[in-house]
Structures are given as C-alpha cells and as structure tokens.
C-alpha cells in the first residue's frame, strides 16, 4: 500500500507519518483489499484548546472511496480516531463484498 502524506500549516513530521502508517499497516494487514492512503494534517485556529490538531484519512479502495476526519488538541489523538472510523467502514465495504 502506498501512503501520501500532506501538511497544511503544520511543519512535517516523522514521528506522525510512523505513528499513522503503523496504524494503517495494521488495517492492511486485516483488509487486504486497501489499495491507497492519503493523509492529511491540518492546523485550524478555535476558540476550544479540545480541538483544532486535525487528521484527515482518505482510502482507496474497489468502489467509493473511504474518508475519515478528526480533531482534537493533539494529532495523536486525531489519528487514533480517523483510524476507528476507518475500521468501522473497512468493516461494512467488507460485509457487503461478501455478500455479492
């Protein structure tokens, strides 16, 4: 799998791009069929120090793609959640595929 990272108004770092792909390594290692990640990183000014640090995941996968965004006070946190979401969504596309 392939993994895209991009920054908007945050410096690059790659603590967060180990810390994301190891936690996306593991939704491969269960749904072989993830073709492609892209994440985003994100800094947006709030008046709430709860949020503000924001992770935004988007996966290839066969059909639609999977998108999955969070925010918190720390992009750990961030990541940990987009990375629930995506679980959650892996699980249906892969509910429906055996289906068919």
């Known amino acids: 799998m392939n993994i895209n990272f991009e920054y908007h ?58 998108f999955a965004e969070a925010s918190h006070s720390s992009f750990e946190a961030s990541i940990a959640e987009s990375v629930d979401d995506l679980k959650r969504q892996l699980e249906k596309r892969k509910a429906k595929m055996k289906m068919r």
Do not use: W, Y
Not at 16 to 40: G, N, P, S, T, Y
Not at 43 to 61: A, Q
């Open 9 to 66: 108004d945050v410096k690059a770092s790659n603590r967060l791009e180990i810390m994301a792909a190891q936690k996306l390594e593991k939704l491969v290692d269960k749904f072989d069929f993830i073709v492609r990640a892209d994440v985003f990183f994100k800094k947006e000014n709030t008046s709430s120090p709860d949020t503000g640090m924001i992770c935004n995941i988007r996966l290839s996968t066969p059909g639609p793609r999977l």
